[in-house]
Every structure is written in structure tokens, then in C-alpha cells.
């Protein structure tokens, strides 16, 4: 699949402008970044783009502004990059017109200008031509960094890919390879382990994942849903009992697609959804009808790992317990450092990402041993939704 992207190998960018999509939608706190994880990851392309004489022109949004407004100015966040960078980055304080147009006639090979949030336009979200047209006069390339951003259509995200020569930028051909690994051409037995709270979010992304692992491990408030669908009593759970048919059919379609499913063979349990609650392990036939099931229980996590000895290939996508609560975050963390020592010894490539996943990876201290790890939210479960995310099929060399 990467190999039908452009990158930047495939471009001389000295005295280009490239106008850059990057990822800046970081935390903030008072107009402050309180974490500047996606800076760091931006950063290479960036320096790179710099360093070959390019003129950087970032591109990005910030929050969700309905219109300009300046609590969601982009200024802090391009001073905060100039410290990540060591490298000054100019600000120019929006996206289109005749102010940014002197800005950008003005630079010289190297420098960096970040132009205000993209969102201050509604023709960004609406990605209309006219102001895809006002944002390609910028630039004479296109280089989309922002996988994060890639299921959206959006004029920064998407349009300008049909203007411009289009390029991946570093970060999304590191994202774009490392998720090929995990799901599209990767080494066989590829496991998955899916959690989090509900089916309901998650069903397409089970129905496609069932088409393509070899065993799927269901865990979180998740697979509540589906002990019960098979007649399994499950207490005062966190279950979505009108999703029972659901949940029997797409274990119809993982027996059809010969995905062996991984369910809890036993639970941890309390009486109060609270840290420190007092937990007790019950085999399926004992839940106690007034107790709530908070995490796989310990002949489970024994099962997980040992699915994860048979793999080659592990993607992973959400808690199998609410890990955010002592002890209810053992079974997420036992397991995740399991792969994180498969990983290290070189035995299994482990790909993980999507919203409460990082939190919990870092909860159980093995971010940094995984093969990757996707900071990108909704574009990683669209993704392992198998659907064509926008931002990278415009990238696909024409
Ligand atoms: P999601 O955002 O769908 O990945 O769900 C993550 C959330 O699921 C976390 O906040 C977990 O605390 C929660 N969760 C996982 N397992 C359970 C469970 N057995 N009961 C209740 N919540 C759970």
C-alpha cells in the first residue's frame, strides 16, 4: 500500500512552497499546550521539509470553532512547536487573503510560517472549491502529515490533494506502513483485541476485523454484551441487551470467516464501580446477579496471552477492563505488557491506537515498546473499520 504514495523522496523541495497539513490539535490549558506529544510527531517532516530549503506553510485546525474564534487561535501552539523545532515559526494570524499572501511572498527557503486555524473558514469542514482554490495559490506542493485528520474530506485535509502535487508527509508514510503491517498485508496469525465500553460503537469495526484476523479477543463492558447474547447471566454489567442479536451475528461471521473469538472464560467482579472496590473472580455460571463484572477475570488474561504467544501480528483497539480503576486494570495491563515482551523479543509486530487505547498503553508503562502506537483517534477506528479514509486515497499516486 505505501508504495503507491508519493513522499518526499519523490520530490525536490528546494524553493518550494509546500503547503504542510499538519497535526496541531493538541491539549490546551489556558492557552497553554499541556502535552506536546503531537508536536514531537510532526516535528521530522517539518525539520526536514526546513533543512532541504523548502518553505514550510503550515496548515492545520484546532478544536471545533464555528467560525473565527480566538479561544481557538493557533499563536500559542505555533510558539510552542518553535521550542519543539529549535527553529523560529512565524504566525500570521489566518489562513487566506492578501496579509498571508504578502507572508508567504516574503519567505525565503527554510523559514516556517504557521497560518491560523483552517476551521475560522466554514469552507474548510465544507471543503468548498473556492477556498481550496485561495489555499492552492499558497503553495506549489501539498504534503498531508495529519493522518489523524485523513477521515475527513475536508479542504486541508482532502481538497488540496486534487490541486496540488500531493505528497505524504513522514509521520502519515510511518502510520500508513506500520498499519499495512497490521492489517493489510501483515504476517499471519494476526490477532486482535478489541474492548472498551459498548458493541454499539464498535460494529463495524468487529464485522470487519472478523473478516480479516485470525482470532479475535473480545473484552471490556464489550463482552458483556456478547456472554450474554449466549445466555450468560452478567449481573448488574454494563450490558447493551438489545445489540444480543448483533453480537450473535457477527460471531456467525467470524465462525464463517474461520476467526476463532476470544471471549472471557471468567470475570472480575465488585458491587461498586469505584477504585479499590472490593473485586472477587467468578467463574461465568456464579456473576452474582447484584455484582458488575469490571474486568476479564485471571483464567481469562491466561487465555489472552496465550493467543498473543500464538500470533505473529497483534492489532489492538480499546481496554479489556475499566482500567482507570484499581484493580480493574489488570487484565488490560498484564496483557499489554505480555505483547510489549513479545514485541521487544522480536516475535510479534503489535499495533495499537484509537482514544482510550494510548491512555491505557501508558497506564501500563509499554508505549514505547509496541511496534507503533496510532495517536490518531477517529481515523485509526475508521480504519480498522476498513473504510477508505479521504485524506489518503487523494494521496494515491494518479
Ligand atoms: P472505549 O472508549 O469504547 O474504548 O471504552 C473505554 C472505556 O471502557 C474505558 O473508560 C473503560 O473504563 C470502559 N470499560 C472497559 N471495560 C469495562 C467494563 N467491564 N465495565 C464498564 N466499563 C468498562
Avoid at 267 to 284: D, I, R
Avoid at 306 to 330: C, H, M, Q, S, Y
Wanted: glycine residues 8%; negative net charge.
Amino acid at each position: 500500500m505505501t508504495k503507491s504514495f508519493r513522499t518526499l523522496d519523490d520530490v525536490d523541495v528546494k524553493g518550494k512552497r509546500v503547503l504542510l497539513r499538519v497535526d496541531l490539535n493538541v491539549p490546551m490549558d489556558k492557552g497553554v499546550v499541556t502535552d506536546a506529544t503531537r508536536l514531537e510527531r510532526v516535528a521530522p517532516t517539518i525539520l526536514e521539509i526546513s533543512d532541504k530549503g523548502g518553505r514550510v506553510i503550515l496548515l492545520a485546525h484546532l478544536g471545533r470553532p464555528k467560525g473565527r474564534d480566538l479561544k481557538d487561535t493557533l499563536k500559542p501552539v505555533a510558539a510552542a512547536l518553535a521550542e519543539v523545532l529549535k527553529h523560529p515559526v512565524g504566525f500570521v494570524d489566518d489562513c487566506i487573503g492578501h496579509d498571508v499572501a504578502d507572508k508567504v511572498a516574503a519567505m525565503k527557503d527554510g523559514d516556517i510560517l504557521c497560518l491560523e486555524n483552517t476551521r475560522f473558514h466554514a469552507g474548510e469542514e465544507k471543503n468548498f472549491p473556492a477556498f481550496v482554490e485561495e489555499l492552492a495559490k499558497l503553495g506549489d506542493i501539498w504534503v498531508n502529515d495529519a493522518f489523524s485528520a485523513a477521515h475527513r474530506a475536508h479542504a486541508s485535509t482532502e481538497g488540496l490533494g486534487h490541486k496540488l502535487p500531493a505528497y505524504a508527509g513522514r509521520t502519515m508514510q510511518a502510520e500508513l506502513s506500520a498499519l499495512n503491517k497490521a492489517l493489510e498485508a501483515p504476517t499471519h496469525p494476526v490477532i486482535a483485541i478489541v474492548g472498551g465500553a459498548k458493541v454499539s460503537s464498535k460494529i463495524d469495526l468487529l464485522e470487519n476485523l472478523v473478516s480479516k484476523v485470525d482470532a479475535l479477543v473480545i473484552g471490556g463492558g464489550m463482552a458483556n454484551t456478547f456472554l450474554h447474547a449466549q445466555g450468560v447471566g452478567v449481573g448488574k454489567s454494563l450490558c447493551e441487551k438489545d445489540l444480543a442479536a448483533t453480537a450473535l451475528r457477527i460471531l456467525a461471521k467470524a465462525e464463517a470467516a474461520n476467526c476463532a473469538i476470544i471471549l472471557p472464560v471468567d470475570a472480575t467482579v465488585a458491587y461498586h464501580f469505584e477504585a479499590n472496590a472490593p473485586s472477587f473472580a467468578y467463574g461465568l455460571d456464579a456473576i452474582p446477579p447484584d455484582s458488575m463484572i469490571l474486568d476479564v477475570g485471571p483464567r481469562s488474561i491466561e487465555r489472552i496471552n496465550a493467543a498473543i504467544d500464538d500470533a505473529k501480528t497483534l492489532v489492538w483497539n480499546g481496554p479489556v477492563g475499566a482500567f482507570e480503576l484499581t484493580p480493574f486494570d489488570r487484565g488490560t495491563v498484564v496483557a499489554a505488557q505480555h505483547a510489549a515482551a513479545r514485541t521487544k523479543a522480536k516475535k510479534l509486530i503489535s499495533v495499537a491506537g484509537g482514544g482510550d487505547t494510548v491512555a491505557a498503553l501508558n497506564h501500563a508503562g509499554v508505549a514505547d515498546d509496541f511496534s507503533y502506537i496510532s495517536t490518531a483517534g477517529g481515523a485509526f477506528l475508521e480504519w480498522m473499520e476498513g473504510k477508505p479514509l479521504p485524506g489518503v486515497e487523494v494521496l494515491r499516486a494518479r
